[in-house]
């Protein structure tokens, strides 16, 4: 659940400039110590203790035995590598023994409850709200927490130190509970339940019985995290007057504060590999004590600068301060793993300027990283610890051979360095990426330079802002309103990177597919390098890639096939849920539901080369149909949105009404009887029938239901979520209904249909909208058993994937698309 971290520099200095910066010469001594601590810690937080002891104790006798036969040059540093692994397994053998000592484990087991004590231990967080059948789950929130005191109901209280997951839904009291802040002690009875498999940092997760009720505070938080939170707030309240991205997304980039960042520009800022921007880092820390030391290639030179410098504060105070400032540093922005790895980094560096030897940033790294992962093992099998630390070590390493290789060949050196640091830390990270996402980001790079010019400026005003907000909140606001300029293009630049059709391109996850994309990655800068004595090579390598981002629908559709010529009406794989889409000419389309999930839905439309949606119609307010409404109107322009009259469930009606009025998209009720004809499209609405009050008190019952012709093409009837009740009032109402072409099976192919209604309309081709391994048991044997049995060829996204319909009469063809590839 942490943020994921990305190529950040330890001491935010470009990676060309590092030989200009006083560092003692490399020296990676402390590579494999460190590496080995990591390794050894990674494995043992999973081991039984039993194991555990037994590998430190096998390590500490070989270091024994290759003490005693010192004879050769590379014995003390095996010894050094034994040593530290033992130590890394020491302490993540009694880290892990923390989540399996005490009561806690047992309760989980057995899904117990309790009262309990417990300590705050990260700040609350919001659980992204997932569509749970046909509702939208109830908001909550999340946080981590150490339980230190348990009452069972039987037995005495026992104190422990347990580390938990803890979430609540807060109902009305949402505030309460997000204003509170790690260290705060908290008295609750909560149900235990198992953790996620995938998760051997907490013990339990905690449930507390009380749904909606506010927190019963124990203890007060610590004055350190009472200033923190203090701070943090005063920035929240000076962003809050700034236009909705900027807002979200400048206490990210100044303490990493992503409260505010909605689920979107989240998504866009993965799809582009930026996340490392509001995961906060050694550029933020270097910013900080440049104010105190300034540059840090002078602070041992009689002409070092800085305020200590001006101030007369000698130099060993002057590093005493620059540890506090990086204490202070990881209270106010929390211990994440690249704030950890950041201020590690900065203290090894202080403490070099303290003892006046000349700093080496390798064997810095190398120090923080052993140092952390001795102190919070967990770190080991983080992958944004990962992430962070190769990232720092590829700038510092890599980053500085390609710099110098493009300044050879006439780059400009700024440009050079900006280019290597992002390529080295792309190259370096995007395999880490692919094992636990899957995906590999075409647009890291260039959305990464063109993000960089405005992340200092951000940056440092986001500080003065966050500084200035306790005693003066006037000029905090003219402060944070200048930040919010350059905070506002990194947003715009995550948007439009994240806009482009190929801006991410689906990987294997797993460590096999994470070494195979490595394995590419080499032999792509290999081929690279020969380019350069071959321009037209590289011109076409440069036009497939970009087209590879671009992916124009003709382009697209010969090297996919997908969607098929002459389609006429499409099914989107949206899950469980429905998105159905009429084609009205060139990029134009009328679209009939959004699905659950926006991504989903605007993926589908981007791929049928979607551009234009004259009407988006919304048969009824069920989350599986309106949730993804911000993917439809993403990147396109829509004229009308149409829904039934029955504006309930009332929380997903009101989502509707207000994500569509921030688009600038009228809404309109569908009412029976409108006919209406847009390009080759012509449509009559049956259903709901007109007068007051609903049908039943069931929002199926009152889905927009129409009756779609295609010139030269198809008939279809797209009925929404009807039940039986509905379809049989609808029978009733239009006694001669036509048979159809296509019929869109309705509420997924429950058993609930009508089946005098199937064989009248006795369709060709019966398609059925339905999540994979869904618990609803969607599509019911019985109704896809009577469809094919009245004639009707039987498709569905969860087996086929996205469906098209092609022809009309004879040639009346469906085509799916499973696994990417179009089958008849």
């Not at 500080?463 to 306790?470: D, E, G, Q, R, Y």
């Amino acid at each position: 659940m942490k943020r994921r971290e990305g190529p950040t520099a330890a001491d935010g200095q470009g990676p060309g400039r590092l030989d200009r910066l006083g560092e003692g010469p490399a020296d990676a001594r402390l590579v494999p110590p460190a590496l080995a601590a990591w390794g050894a810690a990674a494995l043992a937080v999973g081991l039984p203790a039993r194991w555990t002891a037994a590998a430190v104790a096998g390590c500490l006798a070989a270091a024994a035995a290759l003490w005693a036969r010192r004879s050769r040059t590379w014995c003390p540093v095996l010894v050094a590598v034994l040593c530290c692994a033992a130590a890394g397994a020491v302490s993540a053998g009694l880290h892990a023994a923390d989540v399996h000592r005490g009561p806690v484990p047992a309760l989980a087991e057995r899904y117990g409850s309790a009262a309990v004590e417990v300590t705050v231990s990260s700040d609350p967080r919001p659980v992204r709200q997932k569509v749970t059948g046909d509702h939208l789950a109830a908001a909550s929130l999340m946080f981590d927490a150490r339980v230190v005191k348990v009452s069972p109901r039987a037995g005495p209280a026992v104190e422990v130190a347990t580390p938990v997951l803890v979430f609540v839904t807060p109902g009305g009291h949402t505030a309460a509970w997000q204003r509170l802040l790690p260290s705060t002690r908290l008295r609750l009875t909560a149900r235990f339940e198992p953790p996620f498999p995938d998760d051997a940092t907490h013990a339990a997760i905690l449930r507390p019985a009380r749904s909606g009720a506010p927190p019963a505070v124990a203890g007060r938080p610590t004055w350190a995290q009472r200033t923190a939170g203090g701070l943090r707030a005063g920035l929240r309240k000076a962003t809050a007057p700034l236009p909705s991205d900027a807002r979200a997304l400048l206490p990210g980039l100044v303490v990493g504060d992503t409260s505010r960042i909605t689920a979107e520009l989240d998504a866009a800022f993965q799809a582009t590999d930026l996340t490392h921007l509001t995961a906060v880092s050694g550029s933020n820390l270097s910013l900080v004590l440049s104010l105190l030391i300034g540059p840090p290639a002078l602070a041992l030179r009689a002409e070092r600068r800085g305020l200590a410098a001006r101030l007369g504060i000698p130099l060993r105070v002057t590093a005493l301060l620059g540890g506090a400032v990086a204490l202070a540093f990881v209270v106010v922005c929390r211990p994440d793993p690249s704030v950890l790895r950041a201020a590690a980094c900065g203290l090894v560096t202080l403490l070099a300027i303290a003892t006046g030897r000349r700093r080496s940033l390798i064997p810095a790294l190398a120090a923080a990283v052993l140092a952390l992962v001795l102190y919070d093992p967990w770190l080991a099998r983080s992958y944004g610890f990962a992430l962070s630390v190769l990232a720092t070590g590829a700038l510092l390493t890599i980053g500085p051979r390609w710099s110098a290789a493009l300044v050879r060949r006439g780059v400009p050196e700024r440009l050079a360095e900006v280019l290597a640091a992002a390529g080295a830390a792309q190259a370096v990270c995007a395999p880490v990426v692919a094992v636990f996402a899957a995906r590999v980001g075409l647009v890291a790079v260039p959305c990464n330079l063109a993000a960089e010019p405005a992340v200092a400026s951000a940056t440092v005003l986001g500080f003065a802002a966050l500084a200035t907000a306790p005693v003066a909140m006037p000029l905090a606001h003219v402060l944070a309103r200048c930040a919010g300029w350059p905070a506002g293009w990194i947003a715009g630049v995550a948007r439009a990177g994240a806009a482009l059709p190929g801006a991410q391109l689906a990987w294997p996850g797993g460590w096999a597919s994470g070494a195979l994309l490595a394995g590419v990655t080499v032999a792509l800068l290999l081929v690279a390098r020969g380019l350069r004595h071959r321009p037209w090579t590289a011109a076409v390598c440069a036009v497939l890639l970009l087209l590879a981002l671009l992916r124009p629908p003709a382009v697209t559709r010969l090297v996919t096939g997908w969607p098929p010529p002459g389609w006429s009406y499409a099914m989107c794989d949206v899950g469980q849920g429905d998105a159905t889409v009429l084609a009205a000419g060139p990029g134009s389309a009328v679209v009939v539901d959004a699905g659950p999930d926006a991504a989903l839905v605007d993926r589908c439309l981007r791929q049928l080369g979607v551009e234009r949606i004259p009407l988006l119609v919304l048969t009824h307010f069920h989350a599986d149909h309106v949730t993804g409404l911000p993917g439809v109107l993403h990147g396109r322009s829509v004229g009308q949105i149409e829904t039934t009259t029955f504006y309930e469930p009332a929380g997903e009606a009101a989502f509707v009404r207000r994500t569509a009025a921030a688009a600038g998209v009228p809404v309109a009720p569908a009412v029976a009887g409108e006919r209406r004809e847009v390009g080759p499209l012509s449509w009559r609405v049956l259903w709901p029938r007109a007068g007051p009050g609903p049908v039943t008190e069931e929002p199926n019952d009152s889905s927009v239901t129409m009756l779609v012709t295609v010139d030269r093409g198809p008939t279809l009837l797209l009925p929404g979520d009807l039940e039986p009740f509905a379809q049989r009032a609808l029978l009733r109402s239009y006694p001669a209904l036509p048979r159809v072409d296509v019929l869109k099976v309705a509420h997924h192919g429950s058993a609930h249909q009508d089946a005098r209604l199937m064989r009248v309309l006795s369709p060709r081709l019966a398609l059925i909208s339905c999540g994979t391994g869904n618990p609803y048991g969607h599509p019911s044997p019985r109704t896809v058993g009577a469809l094919r049995a009245w004639g009707a060829t039987v498709l569905r996204t969860d087996k086929d994937g996205e469906i098209a319909v092609t022809g009309s009469g004879r040639t009346l063809r469906a085509v799916s698309r499973t696994a990417d590839r179009p089958t008849g």
